[in-house]
C-alpha cells in the first residue's frame, strides 16, 4: 500500500522554466516532509523540509506549498537550470516511518 | 567531515555467493536504514535499527541479514537466498525517529555475475 503518491514520473522542463512535483499522502500521523535529490549514481540528499504548521517554504529557487487539508504537497522549482535535472523523492515522516514516494526524474533542457 | 561511508561503490557476486556491504557514520545518530533501489521502485526499506544489537525487518527483508554491534557500523550482508540482488543498496541515519530526516550515503551498486 503507498501511502505517498508522487507525479508526475518524468518531467521536462526548459531551462528558465517552472518545474513542479506533486505528492498525496494519507497518514494523518505525518508531521514532517522531506524532499530529497539524487543525481545518478550518487545517495539522496536532503533539499528543501516542511512541517505541517506551515504552508510554504522557500529555500533560493525551491519552494514547498503544503496543504494540510488536501493531504497534498508540492515541490516548485523556479528558473529550472540544466544541473536542477536529478531524480527527487518526496517523503511523509512520522517518528515510526517515513515512507517515500516513487521518485520524479526530472530533465531541464538547455 | 560528518557524513555516511558506503564501501564498495562497486561489487560483482557470483550467483551462491553472499556478500557484506560496510556502512559507517560519524554523525554520532542513533538509527540506521538499509534501502534497495531499482530503477522505476523509488526506495524499499530492507532493514533499520534504532539502537545497538538491535533491528527490524522492513518491507523486503527476505535474503537479507545486518548486525548492529556499534553505533556507527551497519553491516548489510545479502545471501545467496536474495533471487534477485543486483540492485543499488543506501545506507542511511537519522539521528532519532524518523522524523529528523535521513543523512544517505552514496551507494553501493551490486551486480551478479
Known amino acids: 500500500q503507498q501511502q505517498v503518491k508522487q507525479s508526475p514520473q518524468s518531467l521536462i522542463v526548459q531551462k528558465g522554466g517552472i518545474s513542479i512535483i506533486n505528492c498525496a499522502y494519507e497518514?494523518?500521523?505525518?508531521?514532517?516532509f522531506p524532499w530529497y535529490q539524487q543525481f545518478p549514481g550518487k545517495g539522496p540528499a536532503l533539499l528543501i523540509a516542511?512541517?505541517?504548521?506551515?504552508s510554504e517554504k522557500k529555500e533560493g529557487r525551491f519552494t514547498i506549498s503544503f496543504n494540510k487539508s488536501a493531504k497534498q504537497f508540492s515541490l516548485h522549482i523556479m528558473d529550472s537550470q540544466p544541473g536542477d535535472s536529478a531524480t527527487y523523492f518526496c517523503?511523509?515522516?512520522?517518528?515510526?516511518?517515513?515512507?517515500f514516494g516513487k521518485g520524479t526524474k526530472l530533465s531541464v533542457k538547455p | 567531515d560528518g557524513g555516511i561511508t558506503q564501501s564498495p561503490k562497486y561489487l560483482f557476486r557470483k550467483e551462491g555467493q553472499n556478500v557484506t556491504l560496510s556502512c559507517e557514520q560519524n554523525?554520532?545518530?542513533?538509527?540506521m536504514y538499509w534501502y534497495r533501489q531499482d530503477p522505476g521502485q523509488g526506495l524499499r526499506l530492507i532493514y533499520y535499527?534504532?539502537?545497538?544489537?538491535?533491528?527490524q525487518k522492513g518491507d523486503i527483508a527476505e535474503g537479507y541479514s545486518v548486525s548492529r554491534e556499534k553505533k556507527e557500523s551497519f553491516p548489510l550482508t545479502v545471501t545467496s537466498a536474495q533471487k534477485n540482488p543486483t540492485a543499488f543498496y543506501l545506507c542511511?541515519?537519522?539521528?532519532?525517529?524518523?522524523?529528523?530526516?535521513?543523512?544517505f550515503g552514496s551507494g553501493t551498486r551490486l551486480t551478479v555475475v
Open positions: 516542511i512541517r505541517p504548521d506551515v
Open positions: 554523525l554520532n545518530h542513533d538509527a
Open positions: 517523503a511523509g515522516g512520522s517518528l515510526e516511518d517515513l515512507i
Open positions: 535499527s534504532q539502537i545497538v544489537n538491535d533491528f
Open positions: 542511511a541515519s537519522s539521528p532519532q525517529g524518523r522524523n529528523y530526516g535521513y543523512t
Open positions: 497518514n494523518t500521523a505525518f508531521d514532517y
